[in-house]
């Protein structure tokens, strides 16, 4: 096995070689796809599920300003787990729209 630091520059050195792409990916077995490899070096990454945990985490911390990072911590959690696809879709649309009129 290579050393922390050998693996991580053969990670870099793999990511200036491989085709990246950022799209919705739809959920598998109930759980967010967050990226995808396919052979030839074309990665897909999905950034949604991420952005929409932060998202949620910090209107949480926005809405509740006295509760306990661990409290916004299992209330993110408790949302998350019951969000569809749609739901996800349209917290990501608003932030989306957010972010860009801001650029
Ligand atoms: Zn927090």
């Known amino acids: 096995m290579a050393s922390r630091k050998g693996l991580l520059l053969h990670v870099l050195s793999r990511l200036g070689e491989l085709s990246f792409e950022e799209r919705y990916l739809p959920m598998h077995a109930g759980r967010y796809t967050e990226g995808m490899w396919h052979e030839g070096g074309r990665i897909i990454v999905n950034p949604m599920p991420h ?53």
């Open 51 to 103: 952005i929409v945990d932060t998202v949620i985490h910090e209107c949480l911390h926005e809405m509740y300003p006295k509760y306990r990072e661990r409290a916004i911590q299992s209330l993110t959690g408790k949302l998350l787990k019951k969000l569809s696809e749609d739901e996800l879709q349209a917290i990501y649309a608003a932030y989306r729209r957010k972010v860009d009129a801001n650029t």
